[in-house]
Nanobody, 114 residues
């Protein structure tokens, strides 16, 4: 199964932006839907954004209008542009298929704090 490596996280002030990347070890062209998930301390992992073949996207209400997911099949990479970040967005962010397969990468930490 394809392995995924997330990057791009960091410490950002409220109102700031980050762009996350998810590089796959193989082709994602045939994968119908991929998504970004996040897990905050003490909370369950949640799906925040999905991109499906044909350009369809879907977002959790908590990030709608602030986050944008995209995929580049030629580069086997999925991106998450995050704008207007707030402290509630602090979490480890993961990418995976939708629904997810059993392999999870290490994720990338996003911390929003002043």
């Amino acid at each position: 199964q394809v392995q995924l490596v997330e990057s791009g996280g960091g410490l950002v002030q409220p109102g700031g932006s980050l762009r996350l990347s998810c590089a796959a070890s193989g082709s994602i062209r045939s994968i119908y839907a991929m998504g970004w998930y996040r897990q905050a301390p003490g909370k369950q992992r949640e799906l925040v954004a999905t991109t499906a073949s044909g350009g369809h996207t879907n977002y959790a209400n908590s990030v709608k209008g602030r986050f944008t997911i995209s995929r580049d099949n030629a580069k086997n990479t999925v991106y998450l542009q995050m704008n207007s970040l707030n402290p509630e967005d602090t979490a480890v962010y993961f990418c995976n298929l939708v629904p997810p397969n059993s392999y999870w990468g290490q994720g990338t930490q996003v911390t929003v704090s002043s």
